[in-house]
């Protein structure tokens, strides 16, 4: 996933694209790049590493003042990240500069039929491929919004386009299939960006450009076509957030902000879901309650944490509406032939909505002429708009790679589909649905609890700086929990943690256990007897074998915390709920202990916020 702005207008391109790309830098820190055009010339700037390299670069080289540019961070797929490698791109007639986020797969016959032509590419990108042949089309006279749309047709994987021409010094011109790219729309200037972000400074109105699409813009215009030529109806939209909501808020990281932000962005998703009666009016779902009701099977498709609200998802579910729910990776879904048809509803859950193990999942599903339904944080994008029905969570704008916010937003919207199945359904009584959406809504004020007692959490991480493996073990909706827990230290601490089923320590992973190892122990509500006293019985195993057992339990347990060298006390809640208060200690910690170890906390190494190519 890259980052990518382009802009046009009065003001001057490099201060807008730049402070754009800052905001994104997120999405990609191997290397940055500018270029802008004024006066029929073209002015490129590029440099391997994180955005400060380019701004050292950029103050000491001072390009001339332009209303015309465009940016990009990137995170390297084709090719590593070197000063050449970096976007933008330039074509070999000086003309074109183009930056792209996504993966071209037909670029070795496309480089091939190049090097036939005389034309040698410097770098080992698949992008410079592009630039090359855009370069042609402008050559022979093509328009750039033309040369774009021809060599499009020809392009194979996914991709987000944006280009800039020197003999069109008022126009920027961008396309995309497979991969984000929205537009926002100003007076007297345009912006296009891989995220809105990029742009809310300077507008919040935007539009979403759909599949196979080119838009071109002038300070004055914005126009669509499709990748045929023919103009595109445009779907402009309010973006309901602005600037302050990307900024840290006095925070060291914005990933510890939005560990803070959680409660209220469970109040916001929860917000509006249901009327006095407690009946549930979830207005995104289009697909009929008649339809709704033949569903035989549901299948979860999602990747990494969103993985993890799956299987948290599958238990509730299942608990609610007696319906068998599957949970799959949506990487390995189409690739196992899935028995899948009209009476089966796909879950994909991604909090960009464009994750592209997902989108093919769901592709796949929608082709077997199953019902798509997404659960998803970001509005426009590809996923919710090739899915029958979502539920958008409210997260606001998740800036850390890691999810914090996004998980537990998650969460809830799988909570409530549970719920509105188990009314349409009718296999639940109104006074059940409704007790369990009083209790939801309890979970804001049970989530600031967990956090304004988060200090016996940071001294564990400072405790545990130098430890090079942590255990994380959990029964039923605690197994999820115990996964998200070692997934963020992975991501963050760079250190080996591994999650496990509890009942499954006997059966090889208790061989892990020595002498102060920490192990975080996830313990069922005191309500679930017999998977409360299981967890008991794996606690008083493993600190017979030494391990140093950090205990997530109710605050009122007594049973357990005499097997506890630590307890993390989380507030009363049902079973089913607990991982919106068991999480958050995790995320806390893993987020505390790559501090203490000295990592950058937001932008992990090798990681990118959305995996926008598989």
């Known amino acids: 996933m890259c980052g990518i702005v382009g802009y046009v207008g009065e003001k001057v391109a490099l201060d807008v694209v730049v ?56 995170w390297a797929t084709h090719g590593g990240p070197t000063d050449v490698n970096a976007h933008p791109h330039i074509s070999s007639n000086g003309r074109i500069a183009l930056v792209h986020n996504g993966i071209i797969e037909n670029y070795v016959t496309l480089r091939e039929e190049l090097a036939a032509a005389g034309i040698t590419c410097e770098s080992e990108t698949d992008t410079e491929i592009v630039a090359q042949l855009v370069g042609q089309q402008v050559s022979a006279g093509l328009p750039l919004v033309e040369a774009m749309r021809v060599v499009c047709g020809r392009l194979r994987g996914a991709f987000t386009l944006v280009a800039v021409d020197s003999e069109t010094p008022d126009g920027v011109v961008a396309a995309r299939r497979n991969s984000p790219l929205v537009v926002g729309v100003g007076e007297g200037e345009n912006f296009v960006a891989s995220d809105v972000a990029a742009f809310i400074e300077h507008t919040r109105e935007a539009i979403e450009l759909g599949q196979d699409q080119l838009v071109s813009i002038t300070p004055d215009t914005v126009k669509v076509i499709t990748f045929d030529g023919e103009p595109a109806e445009v779907k402009p939209y309010h973006v309901d957030w602005d600037l302050s909501a990307a900024e840290k808020g006095g925070y060291d990281w914005f990933m510890r902000k939005e560990i803070y932000e959680q409660p209220r962005a469970v109040a916001d998703t929860l917000l509006g879901r249901h009327d006095a009666n407690s009946q549930l009016t979830l207005d995104e779902i289009r697909i009929s309650e008649a339809e709704l009701r033949r569903v035989d099977k549901i299948i979860v498709v999602a990747c990494g944490t969103a993985f993890y609200a799956g299987l948290v998802a599958k238990y509730a579910i299942e608990h609610w509406t007696r319906i068998p729910c599957e949970v799959e990776l949506a990487s390995e879904f189409r690739y196992r032939d899935p028995i899948v048809g009209p009476t089966t509803l796909v879950v994909a859950i991604s909090q960009s909505g464009e994750t592209a193990d997902t989108l093919m999942a769901i592709r796949h599903a929608r082709e077997q002429q199953s019902r798509v339904l997404a659960i998803c944080n970001t509005n426009g994008s590809t996923i919710p708009r090739e899915s029958d029905a979502v539920i958008y969570t409210h997260a606001g704008p998740e800036i850390g790679v890691a999810s914090t916010k996004g998980f537990l937003t998650q969460l809830v919207a799988c909570y409530l589909l549970g719920l509105y199945l188990a009314q349409v359904r009718e296999v639940k009584y109104g006074d059940e649905i409704a007790e369990i959406l009083r209790e939801l809504s309890a979970m804001p004020d049970a989530i600031s609890e967990v956090l304004d007692d988060i200090g016996p959490v940071l001294n564990l991480a400072a405790e545990f700086a130098d430890k090079r493996s942590v255990l994380f073990i959990g029964r039923h909706v605690g197994y999820p929990v115990a996964l998200e827990g070692a997934l963020k230290l992975k991501e963050l601490a760079y250190i080996h943690a591994e999650g496990f089923a509890a009942g499954e320590l006997k059966h090889g992973p208790i061989a892990l256990i020595e002498d102060q190892v920490p192990v975080f122990v996830v313990v069922p509500p005191r309500g679930r007897d017999l998977l409360h006293d299981k967890v008991v ?36 809640v049902s079973t089913l709920l607990q991982p919106l208060v068991a999480t958050v200690p995790l995320q806390m910690f893993a987020c505390e202990l790559a501090t203490q170890k000295g990592h950058d906390v937001d932008q992990p190494r090798n990681l990118a916020k959305s995996v926008t190519v598989e």
């Open 19 to 74: 402070e754009g790309l800052r905001r994104l830098e997120y999405r990609g820190y191997d290397s940055a790049g500018v270029a802008i055009v004024t006066n029929e010339t073209l002015w490129v700037a590029k440099k391997a590493g994180k955005l400060g390299n380019l701004e050292k670069l950029l103050a000491e080289e001072q390009l001339p003042p332009s209303g015309l540019g465009i940016g990009h961070t990137r």
């Open 537 to 572: 019985s794996n606690l008083q195993e493993i600190r017979a074998r030494g391990a140093k057992t950090i205990v997530l339990a109710e605050e009122d347990d007594d049973e357990v915390s005499r097997y506890a060298d630590v307890m993390i006390k989380l507030p009363r």
